[in-house]
C-alpha cells in the first residue's frame, strides 16, 4: 500500500513538472501564436478592406448572444480610434451543419461584403455557398428581412435544399442586424 | 552494440516503419509532400531522442525505478505527451502552415507505437546516452522512410518535389518529364490508394532485397559446409 502510494506520489511530482514545462513554454509560444492568428484574420478582412493596415484592430469575445463568435472593430488612429468599420463573425445551423460567416458592416451600416468561413454540409449536395451571390453587399444591414428575402431568396429558392441553407444564411444576417441595432440604437 | 551500431540499426536493420511495420499510420496520411514529410520526421526525431532520454533517466537509478515501475505506463503518457504538446506549440508558433497542414498527426505522436515502443523495450533497459543514440537512429530511420514515400508519392502524383514551402520557397518543377512524356501527373498518388501502394511496393523490394541476402548468405554456408566436410573426408 505504502509502496503504491509512493508511486502514485512520483507520478503527481512528474505530472507536475511536466505541467510546469509546458507553462513555461506556453509563455513564450502564446503571444507569437496569437500574432500569427491576428495575421491571418487581417488577410482574410483585407478582401472586404484592402487598406486594412492603416486600422487598428480591437477583438471583442465576451457578453456576445449566441451565434456571434467575435466582433472585430477596426479602429482608425487618425479619428481619435474611432470605429471605422466592424466585421462580425457569426455561425447558425444551416444545411445540416453550421454555417459560419463574416459579415463586414460600415459606420453608415451598410453591408461592406460578407464570406463563408464554414459551409459544412453544402459541399456534398453539389453547392458551394461560396459561389452563391445573395445580392446583399451594398444594402442596410437593418433592412436584412426585405432585402434578404427579396433579393437573395428569388434567385436559389428553387435549388434542392435552399429553404434549410438559406435559414442559416439569414440567421447569420439576423444576428448581425439584432447586434448592430443593440450597439448603435438604430 | 557499439555507438555506431547503436546509432545505424535504425536506418535499415530494424527500420521502424519498413521493418517493424510501425508508426503507418502518418507514414501514409502526410507523406503526399517531402516537406511534410521533413516537418514529421523533425517533430518524431526531437519527441523520441527526448522520450528516450527521459524514460531512461527516471528508470537508470535503481530505487527510483522500483517506484516506477509499477506506474511506468502513466509515466511515459505523460512524458511523451507533455513532449508532444511542446512540438505543438512550437510547430503552431513558428512554422503554422505547416502545423496546419499535419493537422491531427502531431498531437496522435503521443500514441504513435515508435515511441511507446522505444520506451518500453529499449529506453527504460538502457543508459541515458544509449538511449538518445537509439532515439535519434529510429527517428531518422523513421524520417528517411516516410520521406522515401513521400518522394514518390509527389513526383509521380504532383510533378513536384517540395523542400520547404515556407516564406523561400524551395521546390523543384518536374513537369517537363511529364510533358516530355506525354502525360498528366498521376493524381492518385496522392490519394491514400496510392500511399498504401507506394508503401505496399517499397515493401515488397525491401522483402526481395532480404530474401535475395538470406538465400545468398544460406548458399554460401552451404558451400562452405560441403568444402569442410570435403576436405575432412
Avoid at chain 1, 66 to 74: M, N, Q
Avoid at chain 2, 169 to 174: G, V
Wanted: proline share 4%; hydrophobic share 50%.
Amino acid at each position: 500500500m505504502k509502496k503504491g502510494l509512493t508511486s502514485g506520489l512520483v507520478l503527481l511530482i512528474l505530472g507536475s513538472i511536466c505541467g510546469l514545462l509546458l507553462a513555461v513554454v506556453n509563455y513564450f509560444t502564446a503571444p507569437v501564436i496569437a500574432a500569427n492568428e491576428l495575421r491571418e484574420k487581417m488577410e482574410t478582412f483585407r478582401q472586404f478592406y484592402p487598406d486594412i493596415d492603416a486600422f487598428t484592430p480591437d477583438e471583442i469575445t465576451e457578453n456576445l448572444p449566441e451565434g456571434i463568435d467575435s466582433i472585430y472593430l477596426l479602429l482608425d488612429p487618425t479619428n481619435n480610434n474611432a470605429v471605422a468599420h466592424a466585421i462580425y463573425s457569426v455561425h447558425s445551423m444551416g444545411y445540416k451543419t453550421d454555417v459560419e460567416m463574416l459579415i463586414a458592416i460600415d459606420t453608415d451600416l451598410t453591408i461592406k461584403g460578407y464570406a463563408f468561413i464554414g459551409t459544412g454540409g453544402t459541399e456534398g449536395i453539389g453547392l458551394n455557398l461560396s459561389a452563391v451571390d445573395f445580392g446583399m453587399t451594398g444594402t442596410l444591414i437593418t433592412a436584412w428581412a426585405t432585402n434578404f428575402d427579396t433579393r437573395a431568396g428569388a434567385t436559389i429558392t428553387s435549388i434542392g435544399d435552399a429553404p434549410a441553407r438559406n435559414t442559416g444564411v439569414r440567421q447569420c444576417f439576423v444576428l448581425v442586424a439584432e447586434r448592430v441595432a443593440m450597439d448603435f440604437g438604430r | 552494440m557499439t555507438m555506431k551500431e547503436n546509432f545505424l540499426k535504425g536506418f535499415i536493420k530494424e527500420n521502424p516503419l519498413f521493418v517493424f511495420v510501425l508508426g503507418t499510420c502518418p507514414a501514409l496520411a502526410i507523406t503526399t509532400t517531402l516537406e511534410n514529410a521533413i516537418g514529421m520526421g523533425v517533430a518524431v526525431l526531437f519527441v523520441l531522442m527526448l522520450s528516450n532520454l527521459l524514460v531512461s533517466l527516471v528508470t537508470v537509478n535503481p530505487k527510483l525505478r522500483e517506484l516506477v515501475m509499477p506506474v511506468r505506463i502513466p509515466v511515459y503518457i505523460v512524458l511523451i505527451a507533455t513532449l508532444v504538446v511542446i512540438v505543438e506549440m512550437l510547430m503552431k508558433a513558428f512554422v503554422p502552415a505547416l502545423y496546419r497542414t499535419l493537422g491531427v498527426f502531431i498531437p496522435l505522436i503521443v500514441v504513435n507505437c515508435i515511441i511507446f515502443g522505444r520506451a518500453e523495450a529499449y529506453a527504460s533497459d538502457h543508459k541515458p546516452l544509449e538511449s538518445v543514440i537509439d532515439g535519434a537512429g529510429m527517428a531518422l530511420g523513421f524520417a528517411m522512410a516516410i520521406m522515401i514515400i513521400s518522394l514518390f508519392r509527389e513526383i509521380l502524383g504532383a510533378g513536384t518535389i517540395t523542400l520547404w514551402s515556407q516564406g523561400a520557397n524551395l521546390s523543384l518543377d518536374l513537369h517537363f518529364i511529364f510533358e516530355f512524356l506525354g502525360i498528366e501527373p498521376i493524381d492518385m498518388f496522392l490519394k491514400p490508394v496510392g500511399a498504401f501502394m507506394t508503401f505496399g511496393v517499397i515493401m515488397a523490394v525491401i522483402a526481395a532485397a532480404t530474401n535475395a541476402k538470406a538465400e545468398k548468405a544460406e548458399k554460401a554456408a552451404k558451400n562452405a559446409k560441403t568444402g569442410q566436410s570435403g576436405v575432412t573426408k
